[in-house]
């Protein structure tokens, strides 16, 4: 699967100068005015994963293809966007097709970059930003309650069902709380998500801060860092204008750079972790002569549905997976070592894959 990231803030936050570093492209502008971003814009990067060059070279692979993610460039969002303020409505829904939302705040302070509210504080801007998220959601809702009341007063059951939910979600937004605090049973998962609610998604603090805040952030940082434990969210330190700089440089000089800053990683790969913390991924490895290649998962999924997703004509004709454990693998140099250890193991439909794993499966017509 390839996770969908929006990128989201009120307009010279640093989101479109963020997005060209992380997809190493200048296709979305980086200008210092309000909706310089007219369209979302959208990038395919690799995802950094360390472990695909070990076991590609142990195996002697041709070819490394690392998992995927998409970040998407929104438009910045102003005060009064739910109501079409701004460029308003038209990008609120670009938000809906994405898994996660990562709110880029303002951390930084410079006098020759415009702020659309006349001050720095990254704080007030989350709640702006969250307001209008809310806002449109309890405007959704409220469109569609009148539909499901009748339907639901003729004994429909997925009416029934679904309104239950719409008031949940209401309650919650009319309290001024997001909708991704609401308890929702497993069984009703799939029709919360079908709510399509944009405050329902799993959110990313993304702390943009000046280039000597890039190692430990800042004080304005540890307000947004404070403020996603409290929400239970995630958040990250990242200086857009570094990430900018490390975008051009090769390869070899990227390292030399970052230790420069007293930084051991850019800052996409922190982005990407905590992306994928946050929404409980996990990847697993097949690898051959012809390619190493990483997938991503969710925790909890079982090989059947692992191997889904390579094909989906796997999940269903599955039989077994041959598994090794990723530092089985490199300990014991490869399959054939890890088999005449008894490190290779024989997994059924029941077993959960775990991060890491080395897998080949095995299936029927």
């Known amino acids: 699967m390839a996770l969908k990231v929006a990128i989201v803030g009120l307009p010279n936050v640093g989101k479109s100068t963020l997005f060209n570093a992380l997809t190493q492209t200048a296709a979305a502008q980086a200008a210092n005015y309000p909706f310089c971003t007219i369209e979302p814009n959208v990038g395919d990067v690799a995802v950094p994963e360390g472990r695909l060059e070990v076991l590609a070279k142990i195996v002697g692979s041709k070819e490394i293809i690392p998992a995927r993610i998409n970040f998407v460039d929104i438009a910045g969002l102003v005060r009064g966007a739910s109501k079409g303020e701004g460029l ?83 309650d919650l937004l009319n309290a001024g709380r997001p909708a991704r605090a609401a308890a929702v049973a497993p069984e009703d998962e799939k029709a919360w998500r ?22 430990l952030g800042n004080a304005l940082s540890a307000k947004v860092a404070e403020r996603a ?56 490895f097949t690898c051959g ?8 998962i969710q925790a909890g999924d079982t090989a059947p549905v692992a191997a889904g997703v390579i094909h989906t004509d796997f999940e269903r004709t599955f039989i077994r997976a041959e598994t090794i454990a990723y530092d089985d693998f490199v300990r014991l140099k490869g399959e054939s070592g890890a088999r005449d250890a008894g490190r290779l193991r024989l997994e059924g439909k029941e077993y959960v894959v775990q991060d890491g794993d080395v897998m080949h499966f095995r299936t029927g017509a």
């Open 88 to 170: 308003g409505n038209q990008f609120l829904a670009n938000i809906r097709d994405c898994d996660a939302v990562a709110f880029v705040a303002r951390c930084f302070v410079d006098d020759d970059i415009i702020h659309v509210e006349n001050r720095v504080d990254p704080i007030a801007d989350l709640e702006i930003i969250e307001t209008e998220l809310m806002l449109a959601d309890l405007e959704s809702l409220e469109k569609r309650t009148n539909t499901l009341e009748k339907r639901a007063r003729g004994g429909d059951k997925e009416a029934i069902a679904t309104l239950r939910l719409v008031k949940v979600a209401l």
């Open 289 to 296: 002569p012809k390619e190493t290649r990483a997938w991503t």
């Open 194 to 215: 079908m709510l399509q609610l944009l405050t329902s998604k799993p959110s990313l603090f993304v702390c943009n801060v000046d280039e000597a805040s890039a190692d």
């Open 229 to 284: 434990t409290r929400d239970g969210s995630r958040a990250v330190v990242i200086s857009a204008r570094i990430e900018s700089e490390i975008a051009l440089l090769a390869a070899d000089d990227r390292k030399e750079f970052l230790e420069t800053l007293g930084l051991v990683e850019p800052g996409l790969n922190r982005l990407i972790r905590e992306a994928y913390a946050l929404l409980g991924l996990r990847t697993y």
